[in-house]
């Protein structure tokens, strides 16, 4: 065959849109969708494997807008900081698969542990050495001494004890960006406030104007973005101010900051990493987080003005995505759906607007908000197919076993179907043994 043609029939589309979902078929060639239709009507096409969902769910991929694939689902990052290099990276390509296989097609890095592990995750991905997701990749974190990423000490000043960049005025961080520039990142990561686990109260705003103001205007002139660690209400102004596209948390800001927000909607993303707060305030105990140790470092506070502040925000029309900090043992890679359930119960957010924020609004943040996160003629074919109504049930996506179909670019990547596909669909890109059974059209 000269072209790639997968026909799904017969499923529930929810097309990312916002609207109702419908009974419908989809025409996927290569990897754009070329014809969706509404009803019972049939996508006849001789080319085409042709995929009956017998009624499942088909949505667009999902994008997470805060990862750290480099994270190592442990109650502490401590050994990931003197991992080699080496093994660091087979992780990241094993975490990076994880989510593919649960329908997150395309991932912002929010910040690498070491300085290149990012982009050469994102280049190996890119170039089919391993599976993944749609990959941005960002640097390690710009911070300064003692903030949040200076995890030196005094008697071990090594600088491999530090997830960030630890910079002291702006020419160190003129310096700093240039070396990400080089290495190739999309975007560069800042942290504009603190963090109660490290020590270092979540209202603290470390950086001075200038320093800002010279990460972004150097960030800008290589055409990269900027994300921010951003709890804090004046870091959070500092990001509007300054153009920080993406803001990570955001928990304290205040009216002015969400005055701020609103006015520049059109220019921001807030990822507030609510799974973060909700499961170190109650879901840690057996790895010496009690609720009443997260309560006296702060989070169950910062859960609560957290809440009153991301429902604010919701009312006023700014984007606010899921992710956030996944890769604790108390809140391991791959169970980031768990964030469309929290933006439900904790934020007031229907299902169908969870689903909006994990899709079309995913789309945007990857910057191809005109060709990825709906169901589109002439979108990127990211699919994924769903046993379960994520609309009557936003938790069914929080089950590998639910995910049964995962399509990245046109091509399948996961098939628990049943369903054999064709050289051009299989998932590794390898190709079959003349044995292996091919589906006939």
């Known amino acids: 065959m000269d072209n790639n043609k997968v026909v799904f029939t017969n499923v529930t589309i929810f097309d990312g849109s916002g609207d109702k979902a419908y009974k419908g078929g989809v025409l996927v060639e290569n990897n754009r969708i070329r014809k969706v239709i509404k009803g019972n009507a049939r996508l006849a096409d001789v080319d085409a494997v042709v995929i009956d969902g017998k009624g499942a769910f088909l949505m667009p991929g999902m994008t997470e807008a805060h990862t750290h694939f480099s994270w190592n689902d442990q109650p502490s990052l401590a050994a990931i900081q003197m ?113 109660y686990i490290a020590g270092i109260p979540a209202e603290m705003s470390p950086f001075s104007e200038e320093e800002v103001a010279m990460l972004v205007s150097e960030a800008k002139r290589f055409g990269k973005r900027v994300a921010a660690h951003a709890r804090s209400s004046e870091s959070v102004k500092q990001c509007v101010r300054y153009g920080i596209e993406m803001v990570y948390h955001a928990s304290f800001a205040d009216e002015e900051a969400l005055d701020m927000l609103e006015a520049n909607k059109d220019k921001h993303f807030v990822a507030p990493g609510l799974a973060w707060l909700i499961r170190t305030t109650y879901n840690a105990s057996e790895y010496g987080i009690t609720p009443e140790i997260a309560e006296k470092m702060g989070y169950k506070r910062e859960l609560e003005v957290a809440v009153e502040t991301l429902q604010k925000m919701h009312k006023r029309g700014i984007r606010v995505l899921p992710g956030g900090d996944y890769g604790f043992a108390w809140m391991p890679h791959g169970t980031n759906a768990h964030d469309l359930e929290y933006f439900t119960t904790y934020l007031g957010m229907t299902t169908t607007e969870a689903l909006v924020a994990a899709t079309r609004y995913g789309g945007e943040l990857m910057m191809q908000g005109h060709e990825l996160g709906q169901i589109k003629e002439g979108y990127l074919a990211d699919i994924i197919l769903v046993t379960g109504n994520p609309v009557a049930d936003i938790r069914v996506l929080q089950h590998p076993e639910n995910i049964a179909l995962v399509m990245k670019d046109g091509v399948i990547h996961k098939n628990n179907l049943g369903i054999q596909t064709p050289d051009m669909t299989f998932a590794t890109g390898a190709k079959r043994k003349s044995a292996d059974p091919v589906i006939h059209h």
């Open 83 to 195: 991992m080699p290099p080496e093994e660091h990276i087979l992780w990241c390509v094993g975490v990076a698969r994880r989510y593919l296989d649960m329908g997150w097609t395309s991932c912002i890095g929010a910040a690498a542990a070491k300085p290149r592990l990012d982009v050469v995750l994102r280049n190996a991905i890119n170039s089919g050495q391993f599976p993944g997701p749609r990959y941005l990749a960002g640097s390690q974190e710009v911070s300064t001494i003692g903030a949040l990423g200076d995890n030196s000490l005094p008697h071990l000043p090594f600088p491999e004890l530090n997830f960030g960049s630890i910079c002291c005025g702006p020419e160190e961080i003129r310096k700093s960006v240039r070396q990400f520039v080089k290495y190739g990142v999309d975007h560069l990561k800042i942290n504009l406030s603190g963090e």
